[in-house]
């Protein structure tokens, strides 16, 4: 059984960074898909981005191309997301979502239990 | 980016029937896109019900199913019951990029 789970809810200063992450048991890490999704409050769902660990490489929505890096630690079954340079608007609840070991970015059949994080000063 | 449209809220009857859709800014949604529906309640995390535009979880209840309907990815609710009242959002991919709509939320009243 695939579980998630994410770190503890954050509270950051304009301007500065926050590092969420997510563990992951059950089922094949390497191969996966992981995404991290957002939701503003009161708001819909935001794909941020995800990363295949197998390949290292992660692949960002445009809006978050220069403000999020994520990665993973095969060694831990982890992933990361980092946000920089944080505004208001970064006041939400972050998920990370895994797809069924098929690397596939398409398929978030499991979810973490959401990250939130309050940007104020 | 493209913008994936659904209905920003829908009334459905308890036992009835009701049908939620996801539009495209690009054009038909296709299976291409693999069309993805998710529920979420207050307060918790979303949940899968439907990937692949069709394909159901071991978890989804028999009661919804999805499509393609005129153009547009379409999730189904057949008997609706009190505990489906909550938001849903479909999902949508183009070219490795994950794109959501704007969600449902769905009263069953």
């Known amino acids: 059984q695939v579980q998630l789970v994410q770190s503890g809810a954050e509270v950051k200063k304009p301007g500065s960074s926050v590092k969420v992450s997510c563990k992951a048991s059950g089922g094949t890490f390497s191969n996966s898909a992981i995404s991290w999704v957002r939701q503003a409050p009161g708001q819909g769902l935001e794909w941020m981005g995800g990363?295949?660990?197998?390949?290292?490489?992660?692949n960002y929505a445009q809006k978050f191309q220069a403000r999020v890096t994520i990665t993973a630690d095969e060694s831990t079954n982890t992933a990361y997301m980092e946000l920089f340079s944080l505004t208001s608007e970064g006041t939400a609840v972050y998920y990370c979502?895994?797809?069924?070991?098929?690397?596939?970015?398409?398929?978030?059949?499991?979810w973490g239990q959401g990250t939130p994080v309050t940007v104020s000063s | 980016q493209a913008v994936v449209t659904q209905e920003p809220s829908l009334t459905v009857s308890p036992g009835g029937t009701v049908t939620l859709t996801c539009g495209s800014s690009?054009?038909?949604?296709?299976?291409?896109?693999?069309p993805a529906w998710f529920q979420q309640k207050p307060g918790q995390a979303p949940r899968t019900l439907i990937y692949d535009t069709s394909n159901k979880h071991s978890w989804t209840p028999v009661r919804f199913s999805g499509s393609l309907l005129g153009g547009e990815a379409a999730l189904t609710l057949s008997g609706a019951q009190p505990e489906d009242e909550a938001e849903y959002f479909c999902?949508?991919?183009?070219?490795?990029?994950?794109?959501f709509g704007g969600g449902t939320k769905l009263t069953v009243l």
């Open positions: 999902l949508l991919s183009y070219d490795g990029a994950q794109v």
């Open positions: 979502a895994r797809d069924d070991g098929s690397g596939s970015y398409h398929r978030l059949d499991y």
């Open positions: 690009t054009g038909a949604v296709t299976s291409g896109h693999y």
């Open positions: 990363i295949i660990p197998v390949f290292g490489t992660a």
